[in-house]
């Protein structure tokens, strides 16, 4: 008598959806990144290269699962060593649903959309063997330093583009514009500055 083996336990099909980030989901958003990296996440390096910008274009993306955010990944726009590129982050999935490869998805989605945008490379601060299986390495970031401390090995590129990050060498600044809500307060600055400056 033969034995079948027992089928695998069925799972729901698209446990979760990947969609642009909405202006609905930045509470949720902001729960879930204190959750995942603390209240002084804020404190961090790439921090400073976020601070007072808005995200690049079409470039800020939320998982939902049962009407819930439980992932986001955000990029944005710097230069590295006068290079254009993006750096990525942060990535964030809910702690209850990172066996659901919310994470990987996130990953492949907003590289596609990064490349279909035009951008030719990405930079993050994250755990090497974690990235490598997108194509991130130490290859081409020897030479670039953030506005702060950070672990040099952490520091990885992808080229969407090839040769997008040759002859990337120097600090990385932030170069998108301006998020909405810090526009007043840089108009305040600019007028305390250059009292003239409308």
């Not at 995200?55 to 998982?63: E, R, T, V």
Request: charged content about 20%; glycine content about 10%.
């Amino acid at each position: 008598m033969t034995v079948l083996p027992k089928a695998p336990p069925a799972y729901p099909a698209a446990p979760f959806t990947i969609r642009n980030e909405r202006a609905a989901d930045v509470a949720a958003r902001e729960a879930l990144l204190d959750t995942c990296f603390g209240a002084n996440r804020n404190l961090r390096t790439c921090q400073r290269l976020r601070n007072g910008q808005a995200p690049a274009d079409g470039l800020a993306f939320s998982a939902v699962r049962q009407g819930r955010m439980v992932g986001t990944l955000r990029f944005w726009q710097v230069s590295a060593g006068r290079v254009p590129a993006l750096v990525l982050g942060p990535l964030a999935v809910d702690p209850c649903c990172r066996k659901l490869g919310i994470g990987r998805a996130l990953m492949k989605h907003a590289l596609a959309a990064a490349a279909a945008h035009g951008h030719g490379a990405v930079i993050l601060l994250g755990d090497a063997p974690y990235y490598a299986r997108f194509g991130f390495s130490r290859r081409k970031t020897g030479e670039l330093s953030l506005p702060g401390p950070f672990e040099r090995d952490r520091l990885l590129g992808l080229e969407l583009r090839e040769g997008a990050l040759d002859g990337a060498r120097g600090m990385i600044v932030p170069t998108g514009r301006a998020a909405a809500q810090s526009r007043p307060r840089l108009a305040a600055k600019l007028r305390k500055l250059v009292p003239h400056a409308a």
